[in-house]
Structures are given as C-alpha cells and as structure tokens.
C-alpha cells in the first residue's frame, strides 16, 4: 500500500509484450520519492521500455501502473500517469532554438517564484558547464553537450520523481562528473530517481536500490548495487579531482 504523504508510482501485475512476445513481467515495482534505484539489464532487454510506462508514456500490455501522493491535476488535465515522472531519454528531445532558449523554456515549466528560478537557471548554467554555449542552436551541439543541456533542463525543474536512461553515455569522465553533481543534489533536494547505465561512472554510488531485468523478470532488491562499481567511481573521481 503506497504511503499517502510520499510522491510514487506503483506497478502491479504488470506484463510488457511486442509483437506477441513478452518482454518482461513483474509483480509488484514501487518507485517513489525516497528511492535512488538503479536499474539494470542487458541491451533490449527493456530498461527504456519500463521507463516509458512509468512515465505513461506506453500503456503497459497487461497489469496497472498508478501514481500516488501527487498534486492534483489542473481541472483541464485528466488524473492520469503523464507529468508525474519526468524521463530522460538517453537521446534528449530539444526543442529548435538556441542552448538559452532551451533552458527558459525549461524554467517556465518549473514552479517556483521568478528570483528562485533566475538563480537556479544560473546555477544550472554554471554546473552544466553551458555558459559558453548559451548562443548556439541546440541542434548542433554534441552528443554529450546535449546530455548536459537536458541534464540542466531537467535539474532547473527539480521533478519529483526523475528517471535517467544512460544519462551519461556519450560524455567524457569530466562531463559524467558534472553530471553526477547535479543528480546528487536533486537527490538531497528530494527527487527520486531511477537510473540505466551500462557504465560504472559513479551513478551505482548514489543508488539505494536495484531493479534488474533478467530472463524476461525484474528482480527487485533493496540493497544498494554491488560494490565493485562503487569502487570504480571512487578511483574514477580521485582522478579528476586531481
Ligand atoms: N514500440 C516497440 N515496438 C516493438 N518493439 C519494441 C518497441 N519498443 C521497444 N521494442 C523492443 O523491445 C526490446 C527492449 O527495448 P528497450 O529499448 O526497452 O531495451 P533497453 O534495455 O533499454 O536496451 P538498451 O540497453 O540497448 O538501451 C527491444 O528488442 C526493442 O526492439
């Protein structure tokens, strides 16, 4: 039963087919503000997908996924998943305009009192390392510097419940170690996240719970991920640090 006064999303009996073959199946998934759960599997075996229906964005083929301890709607909006988890996709969706225009955009979506939201556009700038980008159409950055944009997109907002799809997956260590910054802080701001990387760059080291898709099931456990990527992470910053 989901706790009322913490934000989550609830999956229960769900099963996910394409083209008459399952994906995967689960149970019971609980994602909700207090978690860091790091989310993994095999390529194709539906780590996109599963936050595709956590965010609403696909219907799942049996089974309910529901959101509870949210803000209700606006009257005009049905009660529905979309809005409550925000997804990143791995490849970002920008909008045609410059790197400033994207990151307005982004802060009037946020809610939060106009001197507020200047000052955390500013800091997004500065922690995404964007500054010298601000003037340049959106289209023509690079893979990595297009993370970084929807990275600082999505840290202006502060969502509630974030999911990362190989949030770092083409960026150098530097870029991943900005990054990592400002997943920590919405951390400690209170969005719970849910992570895909195939890379040990530090994200495992956050996590406080492990989803992991295998022979078509998602395993759930409450222990934080295996060590050893931890451990990566630590050598990994002590080399940029210095
Ligand atoms: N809309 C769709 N129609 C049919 N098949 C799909 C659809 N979306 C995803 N699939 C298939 O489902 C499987 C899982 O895809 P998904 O992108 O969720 O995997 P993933 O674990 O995120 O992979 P990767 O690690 O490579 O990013 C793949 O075989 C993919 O081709």
Known sequence: MANSNIACIIAEHVTMHFDGKMLFSVQHLSFSQADVIYLQGDNGSGKSTLMKLLAGLSIASEGSITAHGFEKSHWWRKDGLVGKALY?????????????YNLT???????????????????????????????NS???????????????????????????????????????LLVLDMIKQLKEEGTGLLLSSHQACGLTSLCNKHWFITNKQIKVSDDAPHNSDQTLLTTMELNYAN
């Open 88 to 100: 990143l996709h791995q490849h970002p969706y920008l909008f045609d305009g410059s790197v400033k």
């Open 138 to 176: 959106a289209s023509n950055l690079s893979g990595g510097e297009r993370q970084r944009l929807a990275m600082a997109r999505a840290w202006i907002i502060q969502p509630t419940l974030l999911m990362l799809d190989e949030p770092t997956s083409n960026m150098d260590k530097p870029s991943q």
């Open 105 to 135: 955009f982004a802060a009037k979506q946020a809610s939060k009192n106009k001197q507020l939201l200047t000052k955390r556009v500013e800091q997004a700038i500065e922690m995404a390392q964007l500054g010298h980008l601000l003037d």
